[in-house]
């Protein structure tokens, strides 16, 4: 089965970066698609970008378009680069994967084979 782990939280400054990272078990060339998502404080869960493989495109939501880039840094490893941040990205971040011919699209929240634990990012 899929395993996730994120890393790569913390706090920040507004106008601050932050590189989250996601490691994937297994390897990213099993999946169809993998994706960020977040949940602030007292809200639902919303979608940030994701990414699919083959052909390569990426989302993003309308909130982070120009500030976030989501990549594949290895055959393991999703990255979100986040920059000038500010407070409406403090979230919980979540990273997400749907396998080759499991159907699921990462086309909202809920469509995913799995997500990881989440990392906390707060920016004050």
Not at 5 to 26: F, I, K, Y
Not at 72 to 96: E, I, K, P, R
Not at 106 to 112: I, N
């Amino acid at each position: 089965h899929v395993q996730l782990v994120e890393s790569g939280g913390g706090s920040v400054q507004a106008g601050g970066s932050l590189r989250l990272t996601c490691t994937v078990s297994p390897a990213i060339a099993s999946m169809y698609c993998m994706g960020w998502f977040r949940q602030p404080p007292g809200k639902e869960r919303e979608r940030v970008a994701r990414l699919y493989f083959e052909p390569a495109s990426n989302r993003y939501a309308d909130s982070v378009k120009g500030r976030f880039t989501i990549s594949q840094d290895s055959d393991n490893t999703l990255a979100l680069q986040m920059n000038n941040l500010n407070d409406d990205d403090t979230a919980m971040y979540y990273c997400g994967a749907a396998r080759r011919g499991s159907g699921r699209t990462c086309s909202d929240t809920d469509d995913y084979d799995a997500w990881g634990q989440g990392t906390q990012v707060t920016v004050s």
